[in-house]
């Protein structure tokens, strides 16, 4: 059994930072591509930024110069650096990784997190 947890999420008025933090625990042998995405009302979900096991890093146009990702190995955790917010950063944000359990390859997902950015 895998599980992924999220937390950092809240409210911040525009301009402002929030850093977002999700680890993995459970049977794990390899964890692989580590990734946030992020749903807004009425919206689809969609990626935001991944991380490799190498660290090779991916953001969405949107997101670019202003959020950072980054993952701690040894921890099997992932964060999301979120800075210069914009309201049109509000979304529940979710946490994705690409998990060997030897048994099998899998996505999983966290339960997700809100972020509100308002003034």
């Known amino acids: 059994q895998v599980q992924l947890v999220e937390s950092g999420g809240g409210l911040v008025q525009p301009g402002g930072s929030l850093r977002l933090s999700c680890a993995a625990s459970g049977s794990i042998f390899r964890i692989n591509t580590m990734g946030w995405y992020r749903q807004a009302p009425g919206k689809e979900r969609e990626l935001v930024a991944s991380i490799t096991k190498t660290s090779t890093t991916n953001y969405a146009d949107s997101v670019e110069g202003r959020f950072t990702i980054s993952r701690d190995n040894p921890k099997n955790t992932v964060y999301l650096q979120m800075n210069s917010l914009k309201p049109e950063d509000t979304a529940v944000y979710y946490c994705?990784?690409?998990?060997?359990?030897?048994?099998?390859?899998?996505?999983?997902w966290g339960q997700g997190t809100q972020v509100t950015v308002s003034s």
């Open positions: 994705n990784a690409n998990i060997d359990t030897i048994t099998r390859i899998l996505d999983y």
